[in-house]
């Protein structure tokens, strides 16, 4: 496991490097074969990539397209969000190589990453592009989906439960609900230039749930800035860690206490922030005790 899958394919990364500069209509055109156009089908036997959600952790929330896949895939490319449980179900004998993608810990670039499903769908392999959540909502899924339409790559895609909906289910906390939230906004607290730089004033609206991706690193400027924009101090806010496994945390205050809690109980990434009226409602709906959880609450002395 590992870098292997990396060296085989140094010299077909850079045939593909090269093959950027052919002409973008060209290669569109080969692309959109597999989209059911009228454009030439790609020769049989060529390689295809799936572009596989793995959900945000419970190995039993992937859909059964995605665990099918996970069983024919001759190698798979993953993210660092890949939950064990999850790897452990791909085929074996399939080739895993480890793409990273941890904050600023990239294994690959994402220019590499891009060549290298190139390279290895060239070879004629069934490549499984696995990614924690769903690929489309903050994966970069879109960028190489883009690469590979670009150059005549077949794919396709399969959604995956994203981190808010697990953290919200496996949490006890509604994203909407008619009482508290008609609308749900997902955010990310981690811009690419490295900025907390957001539309403070859409985020700061009552009536609706903001789920902050990305954001534990900023949780205070976070619940700062959402204050400064009109919201109460104590507007409930909660902060889910590892959602959906079972070493799943969620902290719980509201926009002046959680930034202290969060640090106060070590939490780490990855987590969400998830803020809004609906966060109360996980006294009365909180259902999943993680063995985390569990552990704390049976430590914990009677009066605490
Ligand atoms: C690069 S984004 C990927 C999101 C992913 N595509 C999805 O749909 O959930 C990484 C962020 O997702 C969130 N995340 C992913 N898995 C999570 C989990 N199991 N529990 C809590 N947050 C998670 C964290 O905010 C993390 O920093």
């Known amino acids: 496991m590992g870098d292997s899958g990396r060296e085989d394919c140094a010299p077909a990364l850079q045939e593909v490097r090269a093959d950027d500069a052919a002409p973008r209509a060209r290669r569109i055109r080969r692309g959109a074969a597999v989209q059911g156009g009228d454009a030439i089908a790609p020769p049989p036997g060529d390689g295809m990539v799936y572009l596989v959600g793995a959900g945000p952790g419970d ?27 999850v790897l452990g179900l791909v085929r074996r004998g399939a080739e895993l190589i480890y793409a990273g993608k941890e904050k600023s810990n990239h294994a690959l670039p994402q220019a590499d990453i ?16 696995l990614k924690g959540g769903d690929p489309f909502i903050f994966g970069r899924g879109g960028e190489e989906m883009q ?19 697990g953290a919200s289910a496996y949490g006890g ?16 607290g981690h811009r690419k230039n490295g900025t907390c730089d957001l539309d403070w004033p859409m985020l700061a609206r009552p009536r609706q749930t903001v789920v902050f991706y990305m954001g ?10 959402l204050k400064a924009h009109g919201l109460p101090g104590d507007w409930p806010a909660a902060a889910v860690e590892r959602a959906t496994t079972a070493k799943q945390r969620v902290v719980t205050g509201t926009l ?6 969060a640090a106060h109980a070590g939490l780490r990434a990855p987590a969400l922030i998830i ?15 993680s063995d985390v959880e569990r552990l704390i609450t049976h430590a914990a002395p009677a009066h605490a």
Do not use: M
């Open 256 to 261: 002046t206490t959680l930034p202290g809690r």
């Open 275 to 289: 803020v809004g009226e609906v966060v109360k409602l996980r006294a009365e709906l909180g259902w999943f005790d």
């Open 173 to 188: 906390i509604p994203l909407t609900h008619r009482d508290h939230a008609q609308a749900c906004v997902f955010v990310t």
């Open 59 to 85: 190995p039993e929330l992937l859909t059964l397209k995605a665990a099918r896949l996970l069983q024919q895939a001759d190698v798979c490319v993953y993210d660092h969000l890949v939950s064990n449980d």
């Open 216 to 225: 534990l690193g900023q949780i205070e400027e976070i619940c700062e800035r």
């Open 147 to 165: 690469f590979l339409a670009e150059h005549g790559v077949p794919f396709e895609v399969v959604p995956g439960v994203t981190s808010a909906s």
């Open 114 to 129: 891009n060549a290298l499903l190139v390279a290895l769908a060239r070879k004629g392999k069934r490549v499984l592009r």
